[in-house]
């Protein structure tokens, strides 16, 4: 079983859609939960971080974590053509080393 | 702000050689990580240096090798490629407050032959 676990998609939804992305892991010790976003041939760009439970909105953009669950997600409200990317999932233990999710390829379509 | 540079951006290589990707922290970064990034998955945590010194592996044999300089900048060092070594390789610099927020450069794309 992977650490982290992302569906790959495709998601594709029209403009101004609400989007939701998830991803469940089962390291318990994951303290950090961050969401990335990638576009097509760039590096990853940090879009949301949360430290421990709780929601964190920034935008059209929110990011929710349940430890309890272990479960995270993140909402994109009113999303548009350029929001279409791969988004990765990523916790860190507050060790050396992030685990990434095999991230979720979005189409946001005008 | 200077972002974190990553040269270069592309290159092919045939089985057997060597290559050396180069790495520019983000200014008032210390700790530098390298990742590769297979088509269709996510960053795999490869090292981390910090001071110099490597302070974390993933799993990767030991023909992945790197360095670290005083100005932070840092190399990534593959002997002896094989063709899964194809990838896109990615450095990411951080303050190294173990938060685990990573900024990243653009990648290098290798792809071996």
């Known amino acids: 079983q992977k650490e982290v676990e992302q569906d790959p998609g495709p998601l594709s939804v029209p403009e101004g859609a609400i989007v939701s992305l998830n991803c469940t892991y089962s390291n318990s010790a994951f303290q950090y939960f961050m969401w990335y976003r990638q576009y097509s041939r760039k590096g990853p760009e940090l879009l949301m971080y949360t430290y421990s439970s709780g929601n964190k909105e920034d935008g059209r953009f929110t990011a929710q974590v349940d430890k309890s669950s272990k479960y995270i997600s993140l909402f994109i409200r009113d999303s548009q053509p350029s929001d279409s990317a791969t988004y990765l999932c990523?916790?860190?233990?507050?060790?050396?080393?992030?685990?990434f999710g095999a991230g979720t390829r979005l189409f946001v379509k005008a | 702000e200077t972002g974190v540079t990553q040269s270069p951006t592309h290159l092919i290589k045939t089985r057997g050689q060597q290559v050396t990707l180069r790495c520019s922290s983000q200014s008032g970064h210390n700790t530098v990580s390298w990742y590769q990034q297979a088509l269709g998955q996510g960053p795999q945590f490869i090292f981390q240096?910090?001071?110099?010194?490597?302070?974390g592996r993933g799993n990767f044999p030991p023909r992945f090798s790197g360095l670290q300089f005083p100005n932070y900048s840092s190399e990534l060092n593959v002997n002896a490629l094989e063709l899964d070594d194809s990838a896109l390789y990615l450095c990411?610099?951080?303050?190294?407050?173990?938060?685990?927020?990573?900024?990243f450069g653009e990648g290098s794309r290798l792809t071996v032959l």
């Open positions: 990523a916790m860190h233990t507050g060790g050396f080393k992030t685990i």
């Open positions: 990411a610099s951080t303050t190294g407050g173990g938060t685990g927020e990573l900024f």
């Open positions: 240096y910090y001071r110099e010194e490597e302070n």
